[in-house]
């Protein structure tokens, strides 16, 4: 009998209590873990905001401080895409091991490349020959048209459309309610306010808001 594993959920806050729960929600013929821990960066008051979720899940170390078990398979549940990546460099250079979640509702179509660390919520679609990079977080109710490709650490918030032959770079972020239509592209590190329209192409390291998407100055922001 092989030894089970333990899920090490990166990140408390609220991506990461979902995760918890469509993790212990996992049919068991269909998962690799018994148990569900958490790591974060503040450990006492993310501790008590669980509890009231009614998450039971326990916060066992900062991820400062996080030495991976033999055991142990991790997810990275944090939402902004630069701090998301770090995380990850760091973890790995300590030996940790990362798995895909796909929630039970997610549509996968034919020919779709995935990495690994890449997290499916409800109701999300890849249609066909979808390529996503490893920790690329596809957030409730959102499709990825066909031949499209996302890059390494990118964040897709919910309910967004991106089309076929699209190109979303390297640990850019999406925000809800976005669509990206046909043979756009968003470079490297860009950000997609929410509700934008992308036409046709966002460049590196800028931030780009409205219907049709326009450019403003990138701000600093905050995501949980």
């Given at each position: 009998?092989?030894?089970?594993?333990?899920l090490?959920?990166?990140?408390a806050?609220?991506?990461?209590?979902?995760?918890?729960?469509?993790?212990?929600?996992?049919?068991?013929?269909?998962?690799?873990?018994d148990?569900?821990?958490f790591?974060?960066?503040?450990?006492?008051?993310?501790?008590?905001?669980?509890?009231?979720?009614?998450?039971?899940?326990?916060?066992?170390s900062?991820?400062?401080?996080?030495?991976?078990q033999?055991?142990?398979?991790?997810?990275?549940?944090i939402?902004?895409?630069?701090?998301?990546?770090?995380?990850?460099?760091?973890?790995?250079?300590?030996?940790?091991?990362?798995?895909?979640?796909?929630?039970?509702?997610?549509?996968?179509?034919k020919?779709?490349r995935?990495?690994?660390?890449i997290?499916?919520?409800?109701?999300?679609?890849?249609?066909?020959?979808?390529?996503?990079?490893?920790?690329?977080?596809?957030?409730?109710?959102?499709?990825?048209?066909?031949d499209?490709?996302?890059?390494?650490?990118?964040?897709?918030?919910?309910?967004?459309?991106?089309?076929?032959?699209?190109?979303?770079?390297?640990?850019?972020?999406?925000g809800a309610?976005?669509?990206?239509?046909?043979n756009?592209?968003?470079?490297?590190?860009?950000?997609?306010?929410?509700?934008?329209?992308?036409?046709?192409?966002?460049?590196?390291?800028?931030?780009?808001?409205g219907?049709?998407?326009?450019?403003?100055?990138?701000?600093?922001?905050?995501?949980?």
């Open positions: 009998m092989s030894l089970r594993k333990r090490v959920i990166v990140g806050g609220v991506l990461g209590k979902q995760v918890w729960c469509w993790a212990n929600d996992t049919p068991c013929n269909s998962k690799d873990w148990s569900v821990v790591i974060n960066d503040e450990i006492e008051n993310a501790q008590k905001e669980l509890y009231n979720s009614n998450i039971p899940g326990l916060i066992i900062t991820i400062d401080d996080y030495a991976p033999c055991n142990d398979v991790c997810i990275c549940a939402v902004q895409p630069k701090r998301k990546l770090n995380v990850v460099e760091q973890l790995e250079k300590e030996g940790a091991e990362f798995i895909n979640i796909f929630h039970p509702t997610a549509i996968i179509g020919g779709c995935l990495g690994t660390g997290i499916l919520c409800p109701y999300t679609v890849l249609t066909v020959n979808v390529t996503l990079g490893s920790h690329v977080i596809v957030d409730i109710a959102s499709s990825i048209g066909h499209s490709k996302i890059g390494e650490g990118v964040t897709i918030d919910s309910h967004c459309d991106i089309t076929g032959y699209c190109e979303i770079q390297r640990g850019s972020f999406i309610g976005t669509s990206v239509l046909p756009s592209i968003v470079e490297e590190n860009a950000e997609v306010c929410a509700g934008s329209v992308v036409l046709k192409k966002v460049r590196a390291n800028r931030m780009v808001i219907n049709p998407a326009y450019y403003v100055d990138k701000k600093v922001l905050e995501y949980k």
